[in-house]
């Protein structure tokens, strides 16, 4: 069974900064993309960042410039920065990854459990 863990999310005031990590439970044969989305209340769920394996970083346009995702292979984890935090960016924030846990497996999306990030003064 696969299980992701985030960790991270909490309280900041606006232009406060958090690191969001996301823990995958078990190693996979091949990771093709890790990433993050956020799901406001009443709001669709948004793609925030993500990183394949190979290639470079995408983010939305509403955190480019102020998130950075990162992704540590050996610890089968991956990262959010978010700095210049703004009253825009509360959410729940779901880490997931695409891959697959065996060669003979279909590729599959994993979703973690979501932290809240709340930005208030």
């Known amino acids: 069974q696969v299980q992701l863990v985030e960790s991270g999310g909490g309280l900041v005031q606006p232009g406060g900064s958090l690191r969001l990590s996301c823990a995958v439970s078990r190693s996979f044969v091949s990771t093709y993309v890790m990433g993050w989305y956020r799901q406001a209340p009443g709001d669709e769920r948004e793609l925030v960042a993500s990183i394949p394996s190979i290639g470079g970083p995408n983010y939305s346009d509403s955190v480019q410039g102020r998130f950075t995702i990162s992704r540590d292979n050996a610890r089968n984890t991956v990262y959010l920065q978010m700095n210049s935090l703004k009253p825009d960016d509360p959410a729940v924030y779901y880490c997931?990854?695409?891959?697959?846990?065996?060669?003979?497996?279909?590729?599959?999306?994993?979703w973690g459990q979501g932290t809240q990030v709340t930005v208030s003064s």
């Open positions: 997931y990854v695409l891959g697959k846990v065996a060669w003979s497996s279909p590729s599959q999306t994993y």
